[in-house]
């Protein structure tokens, strides 16, 4: 750490960390290392997970739950071992209430579709409410849109302060009696903002309405524990956290699960199958249609362990350093504008920003020519971007294996884009 670092406490030894991430050895554009500062979109891969999976295709590669040979077992044993890994990072009352997805915008969608489809008390239909807020992602959007538009329900929203947080003024009056579901996020992808979690859940409780939290930003940098979250339902994907594209978790309570309907049907979700009617088999696998992600699951769970042993205690606070890091120096730059909060206080590792008129795309291309990696666009939050009068705005992100260095090369970075530019 240079002279210049000193004073930030908290960080973890990012030198040995980043040993295990091969790509962050990666040399761009003339000769330049890549600064990889987009790790809210995917996280990179440790080497330990990416060994699992490897190992996964040579040496245990066989459907699970089926087979009676010694390689089949052994791929069942990997995947549910997986589950169990989950469970406890979670840390779930059940294993069995822990649904692979493909991704957390499958979990949301399953959540949807349940509601949808489900027998009182949980149906949404049209005489009653979905609240979410302004500051999802579309994946936490449109699937209520859809659910509304199908049952004929009232979507209704939370807006957004001046400085990015939720307007929770009118919270009696965006839920309410009617309300069968409230989804939110945990942690904004584009504003970085952490929820009052405590406050939508108490008002949801009231009036005895479900809860969904979207934990995609939430759980690769802090301690996810959904008991303590009192939550009814909790989706978060592998990639954002060190594990393989391609695999998602859904947490639920466990009377929920036994309660509502399956969304996809198929092999394995069945208890007895005739050509008249079909029962379905116990949760999680009542949820979880056809050859499930296998390798994947492996992958999540290979790096379930290396969060697991770094703490997750230790990321989120080497993460608040940086980040607390980041926004003092990207304050001193000229014409650069914070869309969120600006103070390291509530937020997570994520800044959004504007750079005077220069669009986001010029900014973001101007800095991968300098070997640093950042992402432009509305981030799948346009909503976010309309409330604040932007047609976009670049993001850094960062996670266990950021470094200040890497900070001042962004600040340095974008000192060159306004000389680019005039």
Known sequence: MTSAHQGLSGLLDTEAI???????????????????????????????????????YERHNANVHRGVYTVAEEATALYEGARDKVAAFINAPSRDEVIFTKNASESLNLVANMLGWADEPYRVDHETEIAITEMEHHSNIVPWQLLAQRTGAKLKWFGLTDDGRLDLSNIEEVITEKTKIVSFTLVSNLLGTINP?????????????????????AAPHMVLDVQAL??????????????????????????????????LGGGEMIETVSMHSSTYAPAPHKFEAGTPPIAQAVGLGAAVDYLSAIGMENIARHEHAITEYAVRRLQEVPDLRIIGP???????????FTLGDIHPHDVGQVLDEEGIAVRVGHHCARPVCLRYGIPATTRASFYLYSTPAEVDALVAGLEHVRNFFG
């Open 18 to 56: 980043r040993k295990d991430f091969p790509l962050l050895d990666r040399v761009v554009h003339d000769g330049k290392k890549i600064v990889y500062l987009d790790s809210a979109a995917t996280s990179q891969k440790p080497r330990q997970v990416l060994d699992a999976l490897n190992q996964y």
């Open 342 to 352: 600006t103070t390291a206080e509530d937020r997570g590792a994520a800044i959004s």
């Open 230 to 263: 009192q939550a009814d339902f909790v989706a978060f994907t592998g990639h954002k956290m060190c594990g393989p594209t391609g695999i998602g978790v859904l947490w639920g309570r466990q009377e929920l699960l036994e309660d509502l309907p399956p969304f």
């Open 197 to 217: 979690v405590e406050t939508i859940i108490r008002r949801a409780q009231e009036v005895g309405a479900l809860v969904c939290i979207d934990a995609s930003q």
